[in-house]
Every structure is written in structure tokens, then in C-alpha cells.
């Protein structure tokens, strides 16, 4: 039945899909870059203990304190330094939010992860997108280009990139960051996979430059489940991301889960070595099949096989009971396909059947 009546969503939601991530009920799941193991077991008892003593009839601390005194110290820097949302991507919303809105132009290098174009839009900020090379690099000169043009409120920047997994030139970030610093602007650093290669935009974090980088504890820290995530950034920028976070968006749980995790970042760089090997190990063994790789220095691997036919691979692994990601139809990645490296059993289900369907 029609209803005539009924309120329309706003144009900049009714002109949007929502971003899916589709699920199938297969044996081995590397679609959505998670960790294959559980964060150790002393920090669940740790965290059983703690639940004890949650005052549940009170809110939550608002300013989460102990969290990003904890954070702070973890990425050295400041306690005013460090804002914690429901997930990285909610750290990006409240950026965009508070820096973004009408008027106000969000950029873009595409491909790249689709949530800082969905949410950027979602706030009502322009979407400018540019473009990165034949090979998925960015071209520093046509960067410097595109600031300079659009002079938007915020650039983004993912390093390693989601989904090519190719990871930013520090002198490309130093070259970006002087450029916004004249607009002004902001840069956005994404290092949700920032863990699996040596480079990091945090060193460059202070109170002058225009930069703000986004962690995350779904992927390194292998608690996707706890939504949550931060961004180190100068005191100024966390300042008024407070303002439009919605009161106690924190609850004490997912501080406390937070807090946690941190005393065991051993065990966190043990995974961590342990999927950049296992990474390292599938890249060799795609060397031997008819696909095409991308380097890769994140949690994943974006390929494309040789035939050029994506969804027929992606249906011969999913036949198999292994599902990856399949960007077939996603702009200019046609035929492509982006694999999580899990546990070495799991990759080498992966590798097996990736053989059998090539074959
Ligand atoms: C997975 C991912 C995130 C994580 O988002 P959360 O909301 O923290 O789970 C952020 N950025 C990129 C590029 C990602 O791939």
C-alpha cells in the first residue's frame, strides 16, 4: 500500500545507500578485516573482575578520564589530547560534526574506505573525491592540487589504505600537512590498521599542526565487538569534538574494556607479528597464482585474478565455504577481491581453495 503521507528522509539520506557489509554463514570468515583470535585471556578475567565493581544505577564517567589518561600514555601524549568514541568511525562522525557541516568541503582520494565519504555526507559536508594513480598511489603534486583548489575543512587520508591496503609516504603526509596548515583545515590520518606497519602519523601530533589521527581497538586489539575507538589529535580539536558527542556516549563497560586492553600490548604485538607473517606468507603464495596483489601493509590483501572475473572467484571460495570481501562493483576496483588474513588454518583454506577455483 502507498502512503502519500508519510514524511520523506532528507535529501542528503534519501540519495544515500547504507553501507552493508554482507554476512553469510560460511567456515571461514575474512571479509571484514577482524582479528581471527580473541584478545588473552588474563585481560577477560581482568575485566570479570572489574564488572563487580560498575555502578550500575550511576552514568558513566562523561569524560572518561582513566581511559584517555591511559590512551595518552600508551600513544605518548597528552590527556587533552585524546577523544574516545563508540568506534572509530564515531570519532570520524564528531569530527565531521564539529569541522564539517553546509558549507564546508570534506576530500577524499579514491579508493578508499567508504565510510569517510558516507559519513562525511551524513553530516551534511561536500564531498569532494580525488583520485589516486593507475596503481593506487596518490600523486603528491595532484594532492597538493586538490587542497589547494578545494581548500577543504578536511582531508582524509587512510594509512594503510582500506581497501588496497598501500600505505601513505611519510614525506606525502608532511608535504599535505604544511599545505592544510596554510587554509586552514584539518588532515584526517586513518591508521585504523596503523599496528601492522612501521609508520605511524602520531609522532607528528602536537599542538600546532592541523592533525588528527584515528585509532581504532577493532582490529589490532581484536575487540570489534566492544566498539571502540580514539583519536590523538591537539587539545583544540578534542576540545570541541566534546561539545558534539551526545552526554555519556561512553558506557563504563567499554572504558573499562578500554583501559584494560592496554596492559597487555605485548600480546597485542605478538598477534599482530603473528598476521604480518601470515600476510607476508599469502602475498608469496599469490605470487604463484594467475591474480594480481597490491602490497600490502595492513591486516588484508586486495588481489584481482587474472581473468578479470571477480564475482565468479568470489562465488568459488564462498562454494567453499570462505567468504572475502567481494569489490567487484565497487568504483574502479572491477573484478577485485579483498581477503583479511586470519589464522595460518584459515589462510590456508583460503590459499587452498583460491587454488582450486583459479584452477
Ligand atoms: C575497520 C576500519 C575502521 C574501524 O572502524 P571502527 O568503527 O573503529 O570499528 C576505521 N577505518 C578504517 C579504514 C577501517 O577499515
Redesign the pocket.
Known amino acids: 500500500m502507498s502512503s502519500p503521507d508519510r514524511l520523506s528522509v532528507r535529501e542528503s539520506v534519501a540519495l544515500m545507500d547504507g553501507y552493508h557489509s554482507p554476512q553469510l554463514d560460511v567456515a571461514v570468515r575474512l571479509n571484514t ?1 577482524e582479528s581471527p583470535v580473541p584478545p588473552p585471556e588474563g585481560w577477560a578475567e581482568a575485566l570479570q573482575a572489574a564488572l563487580a565493581d560498575i555502578e550500575w544505577h550511576r552514568y558513566p564517567d562523561r569524560g572518561a578520564h582513566e581511559l584517555r589518561a591511559a590512551l595518552a600514555k600508551h600513544e605518548g601524549v597528552a590527556p587533552e589530547q585524546v577523544f574516545a568514541a563508540n ?3 564515531e570519532v570520524l562522525q564528531c569530527l565531521l560534526l564539529a569541522f564539517g557541516g553546509p558549507g564546508r568541503i570534506a576530500l577524499t582520494f579514491e579508493p578508499t ?1 567508504a ?1 569517510h565519504s558516507h559519513i562525511a555526507r551524513l553530516s551534511a559536508t561536500q564531498v569532494v573525491s580525488g583520485e589516486r594513480e593507475e596503481d593506487f598511489s596518490l600523486d603528491a603534486d595532484y594532492a597538493s592540487t586538490m587542497v589547494a583548489e578545494h581548500r577543504p575543512a578536511v582531508t582524509f587520508l ?1 594509512s594503510p589504505n ?1 581497501p588496497t591496503g598501500m600505505v601513505e609516504p611519510p614525506q606525502l603526509v608532511e608535504r599535505l600537512l604544511t599545505d592544510i596548515s596554510a587554509l586552514p583545515g584539518l588532515l584526517l590520518m ?1 591508521e ?1 590498521y596503523g599496528q601492522f606497519d612501521p609508520h605511524t602519523a602520531v609522532d607528528l601530533v602536537d599542538e600546532v599542526r592541523p592533525l588528527a589521527v584515528a585509532r ?1 581497538y ?2 589490532t586489539w581484536s575487540m ?1 565487538a566492544a ?1 571502540l ?1 580514539y583519536l590523538v589529535a591537539p587539545s583544540w580539536v578534542v576540545a570541541e569534538l566534546d561539545k558534539v558527542t551526545l552526554p555519556y556516549h561512553l558506557d563504563s563497560f567499554k572504558q573499562i574494556a578500554g583501559r584494560l586492553a592496554l596492559d597487555y600490548e605485548d600480546e597485542m604485538n605478538d598477534r599482530v607479528a603473528m598476521l604480518v607473517a601470515e600476510r607476508e606468507r599469502i602475498a608469496a603464495a599469490l605470487d604463484q597464482l594467475a591474480v594480481h596483489h597490491w602490497p600490502s601493509g595492513a591486516n588484508f590483501i586486495l588481489l584481482r585474478p587474472d581473468s578479470g572475473d571477480g564475482d565468479g572467484v568470489w562465488q568459488g571460495l564462498v562454494d567453499r565455504s570462505v567468504l572475502v570481501r567481494n569489490c567487484s562493483s565497487w568504483p574502479r576496483l572491477a573484478g577485485c577481491l579483498r581477503v583479511t588474513v586470519g589464522s595460518p588454518a584459515e589462510n590456508d583454506a583460503f590459499l587452498s581453495a583460491l587454488s582450486e577455483v583459479l584452477a
Do not use: F, I, V
Open positions: 578485516n568506534g572509530s568511525n574506505y565510510l587512510c582500506n586513518d585504523a581504532t577493532s582490529k570489534a566498539r575507538g
